[in-house]
């Protein structure tokens, strides 16, 4: 097999042959069905996140993959991270190059992943879930899943009385595209941001952008969007997603936190289900595992892989400094909390676009960490 080789391009200089080329891949890849790997998602990208460009991969003189990427000092990462996730190389089935192949040919000193699709044995496992509906739809697999999690389900639909009986009746809208609706949720996930400790991904500006230029596209079979739920006049919840095909994603959900016992955000995503699946949506993506309520909606996974990959030398060592500032905060206490920091580290890195910015983004989550290991060891066992 000839050599993998790759040129480095604007996204904007993408010409009609290789869209179409993309296009024909995804259309033979069905591992690459979310709309993060789409051109329009790329496109929009491209044009508002810093430093954004596509590795153009070739043998013996022939485009065999695309990989949009953003870089950040001398790390490489999925365009649009931390926001993006699913990334990996778009190429026909069989012709998809390995992480370590891909690695190499970019030559960054450090390529950061966190939801890689495609050959590897690099890094780690993570799994995400999905809601995949049969041919009988939103009501077949509410059926099934009530019989068998009632207790949970059972408890939403009391939620739902109680809610009415308090505030109104409830409606849900699907397909909303409102700036000031957008600007509502994001100062809710900014406040959620600063009860938790959580590095604000929204206040480098340019994520920010991203939504809003999302809500904007029109494209053919892809576009991004945001369902709502009203409780008489008052707005409870909205979530914002992005589709493609029959796949829809959900994406940044947000409810307000004084009705948390009503389970607004869970009670949205169901109508949105029921909503969507109206319209020809089969496969609703719920990103990572984690959240207790995921166990209970979703029939489904997928298994990406989380890695760093490191060009050995000097580079390699010094770009690890803040990653360092985060560790001292955590201290040693184990594999669980050493992922947590990576983790932090790699979503201010790609939200901040200088060093300084960076660096004062990890002492931030440092002191967060630190406080909160410090509030653990001070608790009083009951």
Same mark, same amino acid.
């Not at 153009?56 to 990427?69: L, M, Q």
């Not at 069989?94 to 450090?110: I, K, N």
């Not at 999302?214 to 369902?227: C, H, I, P, V, Y």
């Not at 050493?338 to 002191?367: D, F, L, Y």
């Given at each position: 097999?000839?050599?993998?080789?790759?040129? =480095? $391009?604007?996204?904007?200089?993408?010409?009609?042959?290789?869209?179409?080329?993309?296009?024909?891949?995804?259309?033979?890849?069905?591992?690459?069905?979310?709309?993060?790997? %789409?051109?329009?998602?790329?496109?929009?990208?491209?044009?508002?996140?810093?430093?954004?460009?596509?590795? $153009?991969?070739?043998?013996?003189? #022939?485009?065999?993959?695309?990989?949009?990427?953003?870089?950040?000092?001398?790390?490489?990462?999925?365009?649009?991270?931390?926001?993006?996730?699913? @990334?990996?190389? =778009?190429?026909?089935?069989?012709?998809?190059?390995?992480?370590?192949?891909?690695?190499?040919? *970019?030559? &960054?000193?450090?390529?950061?992943?966190?939801?890689?699709?495609?050959?590897?044995?690099?890094?780690?496992?993570?799994?995400?879930?999905?809601?995949?509906?049969?041919?009988?739809?939103?009501?077949?697999?509410?059926?099934?899943?009530?019989?068998?999690?009632?207790?949970?389900?059972?408890?939403?639909?009391?939620?739902?009385?109680?809610?009415?009986?308090?505030?109104?009746?409830?409606?849900?809208?699907?397909?909303?595209?409102?700036?000031?609706?957008?600007?509502?949720? =994001?100062?809710?996930?900014?406040?959620?941001?600063?009860?938790?400790?959580?590095?604000?991904?929204?206040?480098?500006?340019?994520?920010?952008?991203?939504? @809003?230029?999302?809500?904007?596209?029109?494209?053919?079979?892809?576009?991004?969007?945001?369902?709502?739920?009203?409780?008489?006049?008052?707005?409870? &919840?909205?979530?914002?997603?992005? @589709? &493609?095909?029959?796949?829809? @994603?959900?994406?940044?959900?947000?409810?307000?936190?004084?009705?948390?016992?009503?389970?607004?955000? =869970?009670?949205?995503?169901?109508?949105?289900? %029921?909503?969507?699946?109206?319209?020809?949506?089969?496969?609703?993506?719920?990103?990572?595992?984690?959240?207790?309520?995921?166990?209970?909606?979703?029939?489904?996974?997928? *298994?990406? %892989?989380?890695? #760093?990959?490191?060009?050995?030398?000097?580079?390699?060592?010094?770009?690890?400094?803040?990653?360092?500032?985060?560790?001292?905060?955590?201290?040693? %206490?184990?594999?669980?909390?050493?992922?947590? #920091?990576?983790?932090?580290?790699?979503?201010?890195?790609?939200?901040?676009?200088?060093?300084?910015?960076?660096?004062?983004?990890?002492?931030?989550?440092?002191?967060?960490? *630190? &406080?909160? #290991?410090?509030?653990?060891?001070?608790?009083?066992?009951?």
């Amino acid at each position: 097999m000839a050599s993998l080789k790759v040129d =480095i $391009v604007g996204i904007d200089a993408l010409g009609d042959a290789e869209w179409t080329a993309w296009r024909a891949m995804l259309d033979a890849n069905p591992a690459l069905a979310s709309p993060y790997f %789409r051109p329009e998602f790329a496109r929009v990208a491209g044009r508002v996140s810093p430093s954004s460009a596509v590795a $153009v991969f070739s043998r013996g003189g #022939v485009t065999v993959g695309f990989f949009p990427h953003q870089r950040r000092g001398g790390a490489m990462q999925p365009l649009a991270a931390p926001m993006n996730d699913y @990334h990996g190389v =778009i190429a026909f089935p069989g012709m998809v190059p390995s992480l370590e192949e891909a690695a190499e040919a *970019l030559g &960054a000193t450090r390529l950061n992943l966190t939801a890689w699709v495609g050959p590897t044995a690099l890094g780690e496992d993570r799994r995400t879930v999905q809601v995949e509906f049969g041919g009988d739809g939103y009501d077949g697999w509410y059926a099934e899943r009530r019989a068998t999690f009632g207790k949970f389900f059972k408890d939403k639909e009391r939620a739902r009385r109680s809610m009415e009986a308090e505030l109104g009746s409830l409606r849900v809208e699907r397909d909303l595209r409102d700036p000031a609706m957008l600007d509502w949720l =994001i100062d809710l996930k900014r406040d959620q941001y600063r009860r938790t400790g959580r590095h604000d991904i929204f206040a480098c500006g340019w994520t920010t952008d991203l939504l @809003h230029a999302l809500l904007r596209e029109d494209g053919e079979g892809f576009g991004a969007s945001m369902a709502a739920l009203w409780a008489g006049d008052r707005l409870t &919840a909205v979530e914002y997603s992005l @589709h &493609a095909g029959d796949q829809y @994603h959900f994406w940044f959900p947000g409810y307000e936190p004084s009705l948390a016992r009503c389970s607004p955000g =869970i009670l949205l995503s169901m109508d949105t289900m %029921r909503l969507a699946a109206e319209r020809g949506y089969r496969t609703f993506d719920f990103g990572f595992e984690g959240e207790h309520y995921k166990k209970y909606f979703c029939n489904g996974f997928k *298994l990406v %892989r989380e890695a #760093v990959v490191l060009r050995p030398g000097l580079g390699a060592t010094m770009s690890q400094a803040a990653v360092g500032a985060l560790n001292l905060a955590g201290g040693d %206490r184990g594999d669980r909390l050493r992922t947590s #920091v990576r983790r932090r580290w790699a979503a201010i890195e790609a939200c901040e676009t200088t060093p300084t910015a960076r660096m004062k983004g990890a002492m931030q989550a440092a002191g967060a960490a *630190l &406080a909160k #290991v410090r509030a653990t060891a001070n608790r009083v066992p009951a």
